[in-house]
């Protein structure tokens, strides 16, 4: 009997964590409630730009991962990166935790020649193609 209390708290308290474990399903994803600037006329399916009074909007493609779509929007000056947003991400906190540090590698480095995120290899990757397909874009 003395050892059945033990057992059983310790048999809980191991079994709390896969109780609160959350799973990522592949295939959700969460946009950001940020629409594009200005509609564009002349929109292409490797992505869309257009020019506002901040500079000029171009997306990236919608890359398919194994996480979920990732797409970027990217505002230039001229030929510098002033701002990196997310279109699409995969609803993930791995991802959801990279993304800041993604955008602000992107801002210092000003190309898609930036380092992976630890954990979310993945989505860095998708991330980095569908930045390049802006920068390609954009000089287009």
Request: a neutral charge.
């Amino acid at each position: 009997m003395k050892r059945a209390i033990p057992v059983v708290v310790l048999s809980i308290a191991g079994l709390v964590p896969v109780w609160r474990y959350e799973p990522s399903v592949g295939g959700t994803t969460s946009t950001t409630a940020e629409p594009a600037v200005t509609p564009s006329s002349s929109a292409s399916p490797s992505g869309s730009g257009s020019s506002s009074a901040s500079g000029k909007v171009v997306k990236g493609t919608t890359v398919n991962t194994d996480k979920g779509p990732v797409q970027v929007q990217v505002t230039f000056e001229g030929d510098r990166i002033t701002a990196v947003s997310m279109l699409q991400q995969p609803n993930h906190p791995q991802t959801t935790a990279a993304v800041p540090k993604l955008i602000a590698e992107t801002l210092k480095a000003q190309s898609a020649d930036i380092d992976a995120v630890s954990g979310a290899t993945v989505t860095s990757e998708g991330y980095k193609q569908s930045l390049q397909a802006a920068i390609d874009a954009k000089g287009a």
